[in-house]
Nanobody, 122 residues
Framework: QVQLVESGGGLVQAGGSLRLSCAAS????????LGWFRQAPGKEREFVAT????????YYADSVKGRFTISRDNAKNTVYLQMNSLKPEDTAVYYC???????????????WGQGTQVTVSS
């Protein structure tokens, strides 16, 4: 089993940056793909980015490509999401999740964190 705890959310002005972190428990951290998802009020949860267990493969949503970067440190059991050039439409609760597969599909992610709020003001 994997437990995930996100941190790093907050309020930032448009054009600013934030770095989210997700700390995981469990000895098998490096065997899981880790993904970031987000959910804005009144909207469905959507895929943001994912990274394979060894960090060699990453996928991004078109809406964040070129602005967000996902990375992981398996020695620290942590995955990161560096968010630059933030826009008001990036406002959402951001969740990290773990999956046996490096995929964009929400249903493939078995373990989820509690989420961290990101608010981008215009």
């Amino acid at each position: 089993q994997v437990q995930l705890v996100e941190s790093g959310g907050g309020l930032v002005q448009a054009g600013g940056s934030l770095r989210l972190s997700c700390a995981a428990s469990g000895r098998t951290f490096s065997t899981y793909a880790l993904g970031w998802f987000r959910q804005a009020p009144g909207k469905e949860r959507e895929f943001v980015a994912t990274i394979s267990g060894n960090g060699s493969t990453t996928y991004y949503a078109d809406s964040v490509k070129g602005r967000f970067t996902i990375s992981r440190d398996n020695a620290k059991n942590t995955v990161y999401l560096q968010m630059n050039s933030l826009k008001p439409e990036d406002t959402a609760v951001y969740y990290c999740a773990a999956s046996a597969f490096t995929t964009r599909g929400t249903a493939a992610y078995r373990y989820w964190g509690q989420g961290t709020q990101v608010t981008v003001s215009s």
